[in-house]
């Protein structure tokens, strides 16, 4: 994986962008919540979802046992198809290409892994987090330009997106 090292006000700290593990699962649930508030996973569903997709559930670890942020992706070897179930970084340390680095990562290891689609999900206001899934190559996802009104209830609309990991098979 890779380590970053940021020179914050107080002194340099750096950053290791590793899979995650199940002692990281206190610090995952704290740091879910904080992102997401009610829309966060259950604890229960955090601890499945680590059982399930270990292998492409990335975290930001700062060496202190706190996490800055995570990556999860859910795949489907029978289609070859996966879904980002989470992204986040921390607020104190966003803008700093953490999300991106955290993306390109999880997107390397799916490919390696064979899968050749990646769907997810973004509320349509979160402008910031649109604008960084289109520089990585995901396009909405047709019908309606991606958009999926009540799709976790209702006035909780979401665009879908979608990228392509592999060039499509001629007649599929």
Not at 37 to 45: D, E, R, W
Not at 113 to 134: C, F, K, M, Q
């Amino acid at each position: 994986m890779t380590a970053y090292t940021e020179a914050l006000p107080s002194a340099p700290t750096e950053l290791v962008l590793r899979r995650a593990e199940e002692t990281d699962l206190p610090e995952l649930r704290r740091l879910d919540h904080e992102i997401f508030g009610q829309f966060a996973y259950p604890a229960f569903l955090l601890r499945q979802l680590f059982d399930l997709y270990q292998r492409h559930f990335l975290v930001l670890d700062d060496g202190s046992g706190r996490l800055h942020g995570y990556v999860l992706a859910g795949t489907d070897t029978l289609s070859q198809d996966c879904w980002i179930l989470g992204l986040c970084v921390t607020r104190d340390r966003r803008g700093r290409g953490l999300g991106r680095d955290l993306m390109r990562e999880v997107l390397l290891l799916l490919g390696d892994d064979g899968i050749g689609v990646v769907r997810l999900t973004v509320e349509p206001a979160n402008s910031a987090a649109i604008l960084l899934y289109r520089s990585l190559g995901f396009v909405c996802e047709e019908p309606d330009g991606g958009l999926r009104p009540d799709y976790f209830g209702p006035g909780q609309d979401r665009l879908v997106m979608r990228l392509d990991l592999t060039p499509p098979v001629p007649g599929r």
